[in-house]
């Protein structure tokens, strides 16, 4: 599928890139087994937040943002994934690549390195409700520090437990991190979004091409090289029956410039 730039928005604020768009994958090819029986029969990157698709509203707000073009990897339900890009709005800016066999989070990466053309990147797990300001997201990672290869987005959570909990230093630098500690040390979580740079997603390809999850393989290794981003919109893992009601309960703020009509997809709750 041909790759392509939509054209700016009118009123839309996009942040101002100054070599070239910062081109995103999005991890979409999980199970989802959490929230059987509603994954049973839609792929969880597909499932409904307020009526519409979640992989929808990563689109339309990292487009938003001036982000993409986007690769999108596929396995569970694949075929469900496809369609839906046939109709979606931004169907010129996304390349699917089907999995027969899961690669990872890392491996996904790691196998499509050539999509970033030399740049940074974005790597997003799309199954994350996430309402953040990406401009300022890129901007931080524009203004990290010059050891730091990566900007990893944060957030607050309720349940540390259950997350991987990272330590900062005074320059907002990862100097510790806890992958679902039964007692970590804060409650400052990885968000599992993250801006790679061009050197690391090259140091990446040479030296770490046999990794295969990017949490606990590639993210601990980067200690003392990770800037991070902290988010106060809404973050929520719904990979839960009760993450996902909460998501459900929350409106997603509207986007200037949005003429398009959503994409559509049965609620399963509702059949």
Avoid at 91 to 110: C, F, K, M, S
Avoid at 182 to 190: E, H, K, Q, T, V
Wanted: hydrophobic share 35%; proline share 8%.
């Amino acid at each position: 599928m041909d790759i392509s730039l939509l054209p700016q928005v009118e009123n839309t604020p996009v942040y101002n890139h100054t070599k070239r768009p910062v081109r995103a994958i999005l991890l979409a090819a999980g199970f989802g087994t959490r929230l059987r029986p509603l994954t049973d029969t839609v792929p969880k990157c597909l499932v409904p937040i307020k009526g519409k698709p979640l992989l929808e509203i990563w689109l339309e707000r990292l487009s938003r943002a001036g982000l993409g073009p986007f690769l999108v990897n596929t396995h569970y339900l694949a075929d469900q994934v496809a369609a839906f890009i046939q109709t979606s709005p931004y169907r010129d800016r996304v390349r699917l690549v089907r999995e027969q066999d899961l690669l990872g989070t890392a491996g996904t990466l790691i196998a499509n390195l050539d999509f970033f053309q030399g740049g940074d990147g974005l790597l997003v797990h799309a199954d994350n409700y996430c309402l953040a300001d990406f401009p300022a997201f890129v901007a931080a990672h524009r203004r990290r520090p010059p050891e730091c290869v990566m900007t990893m987005m944060v957030f607050r959570t309720d349940t540390p437990s259950s997350c991987g909990i990272v330590e900062l230093d005074e320059r907002r630098v990862v100097v510790g991190f806890h992958e679902k500690s039964a007692d970590p040390p804060g409650n400052l979580a990885n968000g599992a979004v993250y801006i790679l740079s061009a050197e690391l997603l090259e140091e990446i390809g040479r030296d770490l091409s046999h990794a295969r999850d990017f949490s606990t393989e590639i993210v601990p290794r980067f200690t003392g090289r990770i800037h991070t981003y902290r988010t106060t919109g809404t973050f929520l893992d719904i990979g839960t029956p009760e993450n996902y009601e909460k998501a459900n309960e929350r409106e997603t703020p509207s986007i200037p410039g949005r003429t398009q009509k959503s994409s559509s997809i049965p609620n399963p709750l509702e059949a």
